[in-house]
């Protein structure tokens, strides 16, 4: 007769700890953090908007506070994070978009690659309707 | 040969005696060619025949020596000794219950891994007379590395979302079901999507990618969820835009 086992498991506590177990968990952290600026640049924008529509003397107090050197840190760590996100997310795009030609796979850098190349084009095509140049 | 002396730090659980883990330490001599299960096994042959483990086929293919070595998840017979220093920690795999030492419940990844049908659903059924089913090379590369999956779960180990969200039902799982949704054989997709397209399923992954970079076999989880996503994506827009293209 088999022997009565005695089932006790033991569940270890996850705490937030797994965060710095490896670097590959702080990457992604700061990857998900990126949204807090880019969110935050987004509704700067919308408010901007709303000053612009509000008349000339509310735009130009608008256009001050964005010289003004809190503005300025906030914009480079903003630039900073949206820069992050884009390179880290684009770098996985050949993971979501495998591209098969006959029995082999488009190089991932190829992918990965060609979103840059769009990414790019897109920034220098709004420079020019900005009039950078 | 050289031998080099190492010290493996073990958490150690008995349910009949113990309230919680602990850690042991085991110094012994070993080859330098040692991986961390041959101390494992040197270990329970001749210092403490009471340490349980599993293991099976010792060449990274059965699946079962998984576990947490420094913090990292591996497969014990593939982790050389000679790239570690100091003290070796050596834990069971996250996120799962300690059964006993190093053994974990895996009941929750059994249960899973069967909700996704991870076997072929033929979308021609014929007699077994009628022969088999052919492939050319090029349909079987459309799956291959999603069927190089041992079940190992270092997967589950790696990510947090399984950890914060048990109720997700997993990289290797929704691999597998990718596996086999994506065979020219295959006509098992819509009855797979209840699981994986929907909340538990892929779409609790926010790409950590961590399943991908621990799995032993290069089966690339983290990318078969993304596609899983863009599938299901592309079927609710079909559905709900486009309703006459759906049979």
């Known amino acids: 007769m088999a022997e009565k086992v005695n089932h006790k498991p033991y569940a270890r506590a996850v705490t937030s700890e797994w965060i710095f177990r490896h670097p590959r968990y702080v ?3 700061v990857r998900e953090f990126s949204c807090l600026f880019i969110g935050g640049w987004t509704l700067l ?5 709303k000053q612009l529509a509000a008349g000339p003397d509310a735009w130009a107090a608008f256009l001050e506070l964005l010289r003004s050197p ?3 840190v906030f914009h480079v760590l903003a630039l900073a994070f949206a820069a992050y996100h884009s390179v880290t997310w684009f770098n996985l795009t050949p993971k979501a978009l495998p591209l098969q030609r006959g029995e082999a796979f488009v190089p991932d850098a190829a992918i990965a690659g060609a979103h840059f190349g769009v990414w790019a084009a897109l920034s220098l095509a709004m420079l020019y309707l900005a009039g950078a140049f | ?6 010290e493996l730090e073990v958490l150690r659980y008995n349910p009949e005696t113990d309230s919680a883990p602990r850690f042991q330490r085991y110094a012994i001599a070993c080859p330098e060619e040692w991986v961390v299960l041959d101390a494992l096994n040197h270990v329970k042959e001749s210092v403490d025949p009471t340490l349980s483990y599993r293991w099976s086929c010792h060449m990274a293919v059965c699946g079962s020596c998984g576990m947490m070595i420094n913090g990292e998840p591996k497969l014990a017979c593939k982790a050389f000794l000679r790239d570690y220093d100091g003290v070796i920690r050596v834990e069971p795999l996250a996120h799962f219950p300690v059964e ?3 053994v974990t419940v895996i009941d929750d990844f059994m249960a899973k891994l069967a909700r996704v049908r991870p076997y072929l ?3 021609d059924a014929k007699a077994i007379e009628a022969g088999e089913y052919r492939q050319t090379p090029a349909e079987l590369a459309r799956f291959k590395r999603y069927s190089m999956c041992i079940n190992c779960m270092l997967c589950y180990a790696a990510c947090p979302e399984y950890a914060l969200i048990p109720k997700y039902i997993g990289p290797a799982a929704i691999a597998l079901a990718h596996r086999w949704n994506q065979d020219s ?9 209840a699981e994986i397209a929907a909340t538990e399923g892929a779409w609790e992954c926010s790409f950590v990618g961590a399943c991908s970079e621990v799995c032993p076999e290069h089966v690339d989880p983290a990318g078969a969820i993304q596609q899983v ?3 299901s994506t592309v079927d609710w827009y079909t559905r709900h835009l486009m309703p006459w293209l759906k049979k």
Request: positive net charge; aromatic residues 6%; hydrophobic residues 40%.
């Open chain 2, 185 to 193: 054989r295959d006509g098992g997709r819509e009855a797979r999507q």
């Open chain 2, 229 to 231: 996503k863009i599938r």
């Open chain 1, 70 to 72: 809190a503005s300025i």
């Open chain 2, 121 to 123: 659903m033929p979308k």
């Open chain 1, 45 to 49: 924008m919308v408010w901007g908007l």
């Open chain 2, 100 to 102: 006993r030492d190093l």
């Open chain 2, 1 to 6: 040969m050289s031998e080099r002396a190492i």
């Open chain 1, 27 to 29: 990457r992604y952290m």
